[in-house]
């Protein structure tokens, strides 16, 4: 269903959005119970620590090319996207990922020390300064920023397999890959390294990741 069919407006859907594209963001907002939040302005959302007031509150939780700027540890944000959710609710996340169907695929953490850390500008070119927990200081050069507003330093790089292992051990069963087009809806993705994925808990014992077709995966 496309935005412009939700007929009549769905106030009883509730939702948010981190840092989404305004071209559907507003559309969303004016249809059902959306607001779109952002980690360096109002509404402010911090993904790492939220509201406790917000938990099992949302219908669905969408976030746009987000996660892959968030501090470590990942896993964090991947459990507190869930406790957002209600019962029957959905993630909906797109986020840089390579190596799709390699199953032992691992993410790539650029800085995976990361503890006390700031950014700081020396003749024109971002460096990243950082204390472990152990003391030992880091210095990192040649930093990847993605475009956009706020703090978008690229942190990792996600496999698909290591995507789907944070999602399962988050508490999410039922997990999708939206590899396919959709042209009647204008859709299509000739890249593939940021794929639309829905994931939410059901009623299954069991995990469903599909792709092209179901593949069940056991867990614990």
């Known amino acids: 269903m496309s ?6 407006p769905r106030p009883d859907i509730v ?4 840092s989404c594209w305004d071209g559907y963001a507003n559309r969303l907002a004016h249809k059902i119970k959306y607001i779109n ?3 360096h302005q109002e509404p402010f959302l911090d993904i790492t620590n939220i509201d ?20 470590p540890p990942i896993s ?29 695929a691992e993410t790539r953490e650029w800085f995976p020390n990361l503890h006390d850390w700031r950014l700081e500008e ?14 030992e200081h880091e210095k990192f050069e040649d930093l990847c920023f993605h475009g956009g507003p706020g703090t978008t330093l690229e942190m990792r790089l996600f496999s698909e397999a290591s995507l789907i292992r944070e999602l399962i051990a988050a508490g999410f069963n039922d997990i999708t890959i939206y590899s396919q087009p959709h042209l ?8 593939g390294c940021s794929i639309p994925i829905a994931a939410r808990v059901g009623r299954e014992r069991f ?14």
């Open 184 to 191: 009647d809806l204008g859709i299509h993705w000739p890249n």
């Open 52 to 71: 406790r007031k917000m938990v099992a509150s949302l219908d669905f939780v969408v976030s746009t090319d987000v996660f892959e700027h968030v501090a």
């Open 15 to 18: 939702g948010i959005g981190m």
């Open 37 to 39: 939040t952002f980690y």
């Open 207 to 220: 995990s469903f990741f599909r792709r092209q077709r179901p593949v069940i995966v056991r867990t614990a």
């Open 76 to 104: 964090t944000a991947f459990t507190n996207a869930r406790r957002l959710l209600k019962k029957d609710g959905v993630f909906i996340i797109s986020v840089p990922f390579d190596r799709p169907g390699e199953a032992n």
């Open 3 to 8: 935005i412009d069919d939700i007929s009549p």
């Open 122 to 135: 020396l003749d024109g070119k971002w460096v990243l300064h950082n204390i472990t927990r152990q003391g």
